[in-house]
Nanobody, 114 residues
């Protein structure tokens, strides 16, 4: 059974940084693309960053130059490094993996506020 467990969310001031982690289990993690989505209250869930099994990445325009997605195949973990955080980055962040269908983690809250 595929399981994704996120961690690393919290409260941070504008301009600060956070690193989210997502540990995967139940499959050969390295064979699949993974990503991070976020959902703010009243908004649809949106794709923030995506990384292929080969390590190619792409980002939402709103986070380009500030966020970096990476993966550690040995640890079965994908990361989202978030720098220069803004109030509009406040959302629940979800880890996902594409394995025929999408699997989701439980989400981690990120709040950017002074």
């Amino acid at each position: 059974q595929v399981q994704l467990v996120e961690s690393g969310g919290g409260l941070v001031q504008p301009g600060g940084s956070l690193r989210l982690s997502c540990a995967a289990s139940g499959l050969t993690f390295s064979n699949y693309a993974m990503g991070w989505y976020r959902q703010a209250p009243g908004n649809q869930r949106e794709l923030v960053a995506h990384i292929t099994s080969g390590g190619s990445t792409n980002y939402a325009d709103s986070v380009k130059g500030r966020f970096t997605i990476s993966r550690d195949k040995g640890k079965n973990t994908v990361y989202l490094q978030m720098n220069s955080l803004k109030a509009e980055d406040t959302a629940v962040y979800y880890c996902t993996i594409w394995v025929g269908r999408q699997y989701w983690g439980q989400g981690t809250q990120v709040t950017v506020s002074s």
